[in-house]
């Protein structure tokens, strides 16, 4: 490789990282102003002086200062890998999302495929901290994950497929340049199916019964402290900001939008995210948590079988307009 090629991988791989430390920091300053604006409180207010706009960093540096703790019975080894195994997927994914028209660090001809398996692997951190915690109620939590995985990766994928079979493609680039507005009323039920699963495996409410304060304390993460749970809480914002990228590529037709091009098709991208992570928000607000059987009945009743209509649908249209 030229010396150009190698700067360009570097530039490529450093707006990444540049992008996954700070979209997921404003997405997590949005979800504490847009909850106490809904709950009719100030929120963060004081660090970094208007509004508290420092508040994350501030409590980025407190958790750095706190100890590192590590239960006496834990499995170390596992104990201290899992918050990289539960963050680390969502920059690889990020590396495959197109923000705009060319603008993408790799572009894979399976980029769908290549997401979609790297993505459930964060969940395997959550698993690996529930199990290693030497903790009744981190194992609970550990178990509840694996169970959500088990139950809601499934309509996940089948709801891509439709996209993908829509598309005749599993590039993202390739299937945002064939969505068309009318796939908004065709794929909406592939869409809806694809988000409430992301939220689902992602542990945000009303599907949060992995981490139910009330009941296991804090789940799988029960026993950290200091930075690696710093990781898990930045893990969680990192999945929001990956559901919603995907989600935008998939049914909102990406960077695409009145007057795009190279300037406007990354600011049409990053306005779909971010009101995506409202919707997120506003769902955390909003609804109760769900019972375990509840969540397990959604998944398997409602979710899997509108999935499934979708893709039967999609394969119709698909053969009838050639």
Known sequence: MTVAGVLDVALRLGVVVAAFLLVPLLVGQLEHKTMAHMQARLGPMYAGGFHGWAQLLADGVKFV????VVPTQADRSVFSLAPAVALLPYL??????????GIVALDLDIGLFFALAVMS???VGSIMAGWSSANKYALLGGLRTAAQLMAYELPLVLAAASVAMAAGTL????ITVAWQPWWLAWQAVAAVVFFV???AE???PPFDMPVADSEIVLGPYTEYTGLR??????AEYAGIVVLCALTTVLFLGGWRGPFADDTLGPVWFLAKVFALSFVVIWVRVSLPRLREDQLQRLAWQVLVPLSLAQLALTGVVKVVIG
């Open 197 to 199: 699963a992301g939220l």
């Open 202 to 204: 992602l542990a945000r």
């Open 171 to 174: 590039s993202l680039s390739g």
């Open 121 to 123: 692997v964060s969940v």
């Open 92 to 101: 690889v994914v990020l590396v495959v999302i197109p923000v705009g028209p």
């Open 65 to 68: 200062q706190k100890e590192h």
């Open 229 to 234: 749970f710093a990781f898990f809480l930045l």
